[in-house]
């Protein structure tokens, strides 16, 4: 009897809530559908609180943007773009690769290894051995850039998901207030109207309290974003380091390329046997 006695108050207790979320619900969507046709009045947040939105929204909308251009400049391949996005997402190091232009040089060096006799094979092994070490100088820069801007705007992308649900709280919130007030207004008695100002002073109560919560996580994620300029420098060395030391390497290959020893030598032929001439 006493297991049939909680039981029945288990259920009662669901039944009430399940009741009490239908109705947040219900207020919620008539508010909103309110303020789209113009017929429900709506809080709105102060100016320098909106200034604050927009400045996270729109810097977290560049930072992925920006992101995505340099994964894309640093692994042109879409499919291990894929493969390295859920390699990351798993928590797994990427692969390493060979770099195309590392991938280039391999093979002049296996083309000139095959035709080392001839100039045409002792140039390609000369530029294959500078193309491979460009193509190291490449993969050292992919795997700075990745780890000194690429990987910070993803570990902040990463921590706006705690910011978005702070703000739909305050939204849902904010609804709550709204719909609150527009029942005060709508209400036809003075005891009504009293009954529901309680309503309006707790709702008022807890919109505050989530509206402050929110402007702290605001500012602290916008503060960040300002600091996030040190990437954009560490990019800068990155490329500037990279771009040195292979003009360097390219210098230096087209130098020893020009001025091979085996340059203007015609290829080594078999001579005819003089006697079988004579016949």
């Known amino acids: 009897m006493k297991m049939e006695k909680i039981d029945r108050k288990a259920e009662g207790s669901a039944g009430k809530q399940f009741a009490h979320f239908v109705k947040v619900g219900y207020n919620r969507a008539r508010q909103v559908t309110g303020e789209k046709l113009g017929t429900a009045q709506r809080t709105e947040y102060d100016r320098e609180f909106q200034d604050l939105c927009n400045r996270v929204d729109k810097h977290a909308f560049w930072a992925n943007m920006l992101t995505s251009k340099v994964e894309l400049v640093l692994q042109p391949n879409p499919a291990y773009r894929f493969e390295d996005f859920v390699t990351e997402k798993l928590g797994n190091e990427r692969e390493i690769r060979h770099t195309y232009t590392e991938q280039?040089?391999?093979?002049?060096?296996?083309?000139?290894?095959?035709?080392?006799?001839?100039?045409?094979?002792?140039?390609?092994?000369?530029?294959?051995?500078?193309?491979?070490?460009?193509?190291?100088?490449?993969?050292?820069?992919?795997?700075?850039?990745?780890?000194?801007?690429?990987?910070?705007?993803?570990?902040?992308?990463?921590k706006e998901g705690a910011i978005n649900n702070e703000r739909r709280t305050l939204t849902a919130l904010r609804l709550d207030l709204d719909a609150a007030k527009n029942r005060v207004r709508a209400a036809k008695t003075a005891d009504e109207m009293k009954e529901l100002e309680t309503f309006v002073d707790e709702a008022q109560k807890?919109?505050?309290?989530?509206?402050?919560?929110?402007?702290?996580?605001?500012?602290?994620r916008d503060q960040a974003n300002a600091e996030m300029v040190v990437h954009l420098e560490d990019l800068c060395e990155v490329q500037v380091?990279?771009?040195?030391?292979?003009?360097?390497?390219?210098?230096?290959?087209?130098?020893?390329?020009?001025?091979?020893?085996?340059?203007?030598?015609?290829?080594?032929?078999?001579?005819?046997?003089?006697?079988?001439?004579?016949?």
């Open 104 to 158: 280039l040089g391999i093979c002049m060096l296996n083309a000139g290894s095959d035709m080392s006799s001839s100039d045409y094979g002792q140039a390609l092994l000369i530029m294959g051995d500078y193309e491979n070490r460009m193509g190291e100088a490449e993969h050292k820069m992919i795997k700075q850039a990745f780890i000194k801007f690429v990987k910070p705007f993803m570990d902040a992308a990463a």
């Open 206 to 220: 807890k919109f505050d309290e989530q509206y402050e919560i929110c402007r702290e996580v605001l500012e602290e």
């Open 241 to 279: 380091e990279y771009f040195k030391a292979a003009t360097e390497l390219a210098q230096e290959m087209c130098s020893k390329v020009l001025n091979r020893p085996t340059k203007g030598k015609a290829p080594t032929r078999k001579r005819k046997d003089s006697s079988s001439d004579e016949e």
